[in-house]
């Protein structure tokens, strides 16, 4: 009989923390302020706000055919994934024309799906100096700023950007 109470009390006191543990429950996650959103979703918004903007005045560069080669080759890369390829590609762009605003947004964008947000911002502002401050390219030199903002969980930097997206647009004169 002693033998059976303590084989009995063996096993009772592992049992009895097995089944206190199994009570307690873990602190709840929380979940992050502004999740993660993809570098393509981010891209998309992106180009998107570019498409949107239809302001009467929209500032078109005289195109280099040598410069739009490198943008054509840098988006097919872009289409296939190969981000590096395509930052490359826009970087010798950019060395050819370094205050190009479309070769440093399209470098930006490109950025962005490299996960390199400092320099994504760092070209779109640059862009944006340079470049029209009017119509689709100032449209995304100002959603690409808004999309990293956001990202980075800056709510005033996201709603400085979000109130200069509207200055990009040029209305045109009401003729009744």
Not at 77 to 94: E, F, K, N, P, R
Not at 133 to 144: D, M, Q, S, Y
Request: glycine share 4%; aromatic share 6%.
């Amino acid at each position: 009989m002693a033998t059976v109470l303590r084989s009995t009390r063996a096993w009772c006191l592992p049992l009895a923390a097995v089944l206190l543990a199994s009570c307690a429950t873990e602190a709840p996650v929380e979940a992050p302020r502004h999740p993660a959103v993809s570098p393509a979703s981010m891209v998309a918004a992106i180009r998107a706000a570019g498409d949107r903007e239809q302001s009467v005045i929209a500032v078109q560069p005289l195109a280099d055919p040598g410069i739009s080669a490198w943008q054509q080759a840098a988006e097919a890369s872009v289409q296939a994934g190969h981000y590096d390829t395509a930052a490359a590609t826009l970087d010798q762009a950019i060395k050819q024309s370094p205050n190009s605003p479309d070769l440093l947004q399209d470098r930006a964008e490109v950025a962005i799906y490299q996960h390199d947000y400092d320099m994504a911002q760092k070209l779109a502002q640059h862009s944006w100096t340079v470049g029209p401050k009017f119509g689709p390219l100032c449209a995304r030199n100002w959603e690409t700023i808004a999309q990293l903002r956001k990202e980075a969980g800056d709510d005033t930097g996201f709603d400085t950007a979000e109130k200069w997206l509207p200055k990009c647009h040029v209305q045109g004169v009401n003729r009744f």
